[in-house]
């Protein structure tokens, strides 16, 4: 018996040396190679995007979840077919296209993998999400057939969500978020990856880096068909601070609609009215308390990923171009809502507060007639009553006094100029620095301006003086002769700056152009005293702890106005908005006893278009703390157009109590 085990020991120990020896020395070299092969992979944790709130703490944007089906990817590896009866299954469960989940399980950029979004442009290291948005109850009906379902998750995904506190939309100040490009992964230095959201524009873009937190990460183990076999460590991540607004939810709202009425309005009356905006400013302090612009979009039509038609819908300028923002980006002729800066640069420029003034229909200046505009004659007046009727043709005999003053067309580029002067110390011609991006800079058109304008211009200039305009003779001859005309006078003097230029500047038009913004930081100087405060929609960034961190206000500049003639222009502004005024019709029945406004019409003419109705103004006058503009391109005149809207916002400021 003995010898007998022996025996069975000795055969076992051979085949056991001889085993050994096949995988030294015949299988060795791959296994060494497999054993290489196995290795881990770092899978980043997305950080939760913080929110943004109003000055209440209402959300305008959170973020919300979206039920996803996952599939495991080593469940559709280790399939016959790769997969796809599993798929179909999941597909046919959920009720969605076979195509839809399937492109989803290629990975992007592989081979047979369909262009994004329909493939999967994620971490080959993680559950594929083959679904999203899906109805949370027949997703959780796969979980319950593990048997028919195998490899099946269900999980979800944090998203952007638009609560619309009272009705507020706010598209063009939170912006839009999308999925991170090429060039945001590569010049994040690891911060961001390509599943990661990133803001596009709005707030979303200017303080994404405090909405989008701190990204985690988990390092998983690999076996060498790239499936997952164990977690080696991870690392949470941190969410996104919220961004605290000093927006008013309610009266975001109601500055939206009384937009849109303004347009409606305008369009009653035959009118285009294609684009505007509405500014809220707190005149102590520079915060953005509503704000709105027309046409506005939905932001969460980019939720999970626009469509091509959308967003070309979104951009079609036939359709206003929605995205883009006519508080920030857009620019427009002032006209008479400049008039506030023209007082002062006249007085400084040797006008007297206590003179009279010819308030004539027309006016001829340099060859060429200039009319009244949005007022009539109303012969010998003083500056207070230029300004409440607005009285064009005052401010043009002001201006060409001045000119003639300066040396007229001989003045040299550099020469002083009262009123180029007063307009640049109210921040016109350069961006306001509001905490939005994409910001224009407007343009105040000086005697330099002209010069740099003619010498870029003149080669194309003097061409059309030569060749015309014959693709606009087509539709309108007479405007094609009309700019055929132009080009010939400025192919040869474009440089030169007219008097005509510089009556036109006098009234907010000619070449000059603001945006909606820089006129409310001008309107909110004149009411807090002198003082240029940047516009600031953001208040303080919060953790999810709690834990607040102010945004200071930013003093800018103080404007150097005297204080008579700050007196002056207050008191007549006023008046603008009482009987008589130029906006007294609109502000009738308004409680001026307990709560007086002050502020000025604008109508502003631009070439080939219909006129821009603007109205900007302030109140109480008594305590000033709110500027409220309102500008509508195309929309006509200012006081039945703009004015209305005006004050429809400061009905709604008295009734939130603001």
């Known amino acids: 018996m003995a010898g007998v085990v022996l025996v069975l020991l000795v055969t076992l120990f051979g085949l ?76 046919s469960a959920l009720g969605l296209p076979f195509e839809q989940l399937w492109g989803k399980t290629m990975l992007c950029g592989t081979s047979g993998a369909p262009p994004a979004p329909a493939c ?23 979980l319950e057939q593990p048997e028919k379902f195998p490899g099946v998750g269900v999980t979800t995904e944090p998203v952007r969500a638009y609560p619309r506190p009272h009705g507020a939309l706010a598209a063009h100040l939170l912006g839009w978020v999308a999925r991170a490009g090429a060039d945001d992964v590569s010049e ?57 607004t000093h927006l ?6 109601r500055t939206e609609a009384a937009l849109v009425r303004a347009v409606a309005s305008a369009r009653a009356q035959k009118l285009r009215a294609d684009t505007g905006a509405a500014v809220v400013l707190d005149v102590t302090n520079g915060a953005v308390v509503a704000a709105a612009s027309y046409p506005s979009y939905d932001p969460s039509a980019f939720s999970g990923g626009i469509s091509r038609a959308d967003l070309a819908r979104l951009t079609d300028e036939r359709g206003g171009t929605p995205l883009r923002s006519r508080l920030t980006a857009e620019t427009f002729p002032p006209a008479s809502t400049f008039k506030v800066i023209s007082v002062p640069a006249a007085v400084n420029a040797g006008a007297r507060l206590d003179g009279t003034y010819d308030c004539s229909p027309a006016v001829s200046v340099g060859g060429r007639v200039f009319n009244n505009f949005e007022s009539r004659g109303y012969g010998p007046i003083d500056l207070h009553r ?190 603008v908005t009482r009987p008589g005024g130029s906006a007294g019709t609109a502000f009738t029945g308004f409680p001026q006893d307990r709560y007086p406004l002050a502020g000025k019409t604008g109508t502003g003419e631009v070439f080939g278009k219909q006129a821009t109705a603007w ?35 400061f009905d709604a400021i008295l009734a939130l109590g603001l």
Request: net charge positive; proline share 5%.
């Open 386 to 575: 230029a300004l409440v009727v607005s009285c064009d043709t005052v401010f043009y005999r002001l201006a060409y006094a001045a000119w003639l003053e300066q040396g007229g067309l001989a003045a040299p580029v550099t020469v002083a100029d009262p009123f180029v002067s007063m307009a640049r110390s109210f921040g016109l011609g350069r961006r306001t620095g509001v905490d939005l991006p994409g910001e224009a800079a407007g343009r105040v058109p000086d005697r330099a301006w002209k010069e740099q304008y003619w010498l870029a211009t003149k080669d194309e200039t003097c061409r059309r003086a030569s060749t015309g305009y014959p693709e606009v003779a087509r539709t309108d001859k007479a405007r094609a002769a009309y700019l055929g005309r132009l080009a010939a006078e400025n192919c040869s003097a474009g440089y030169q700056y007219r008097a005509g230029d510089a009556v036109n500047f006098s009234i907010g038009q000619g070449d000059t152009a603001v945006t909606i913004l820089q006129m409310a930081g001008v309107y909110a100087a004149i009411a807090n005293g002198g003082t240029l405060w940047q516009p600031q929609v953001a208040a303080a960034y919060r953790t999810p702890g709690g834990e607040t961190t102010a945004v200071a206000p930013k003093r800018v500049a103080t404007v150097p106005l005297r204080s008579d003639v700050l007196a002056y222009v207050r008191s007549a502004l006023a008046d």
């Open 248 to 253: 008013d939810a309610r009266l975001q709202a």
């Open 16 to 91: 056991l040396v001889g085993r050994l020896g096949q995988l030294q020395l015949v299988q060795g070299p791959d296994l060494a190679r497999a054993a290489v092969t196995v290795n881990t992979r770092t899978v980043t944790e997305h950080a939760l995007r913080g929110r943004v709130l109003d000055r209440t703490g209402a959300p305008f944007v959170d973020s919300s979840f979206d039920t996803v089906v996952t599939v495991e990817r080593s469940v559709l590896v280790g399939s016959d077919d790769g997969g796809r009866d599993l798929v179909t299954r999941v597909a």
């Open 615 to 649: 109205f900007a103004g302030y109140g109480p006058t008594t305590k000033p703390r709110y500027a409220v503009v309102v500008v509508v391109g195309q929309g006509g005149s200012g006081s039945k157009v703009a004015a209305p809207a005006v004050r429809q916002i």
């Open 120 to 142: 999967f442009n994620g971490s080959p290291f993680v559950p594929i999400p083959v679904a999203a948005g899906v109805d949370a109850r027949r997703a959780l009906t796969l």
């Open 188 to 244: 994040s230095r690891g911060s961001i990856d390509a599943e990661d959201v990133v803001g596009r524009s709005g707030l979303e873009a200017q303080y994404d880096r405090v909405l989008r937190g701190t990204n985690g990460s988990t390092v998983v183990a690999i076996d060498p068909r790239g499936i997952v076999t164990d977690t080696v460590g991870s690392t949470p991540p941190v969410a996104g601070r919220d961004l605290v």
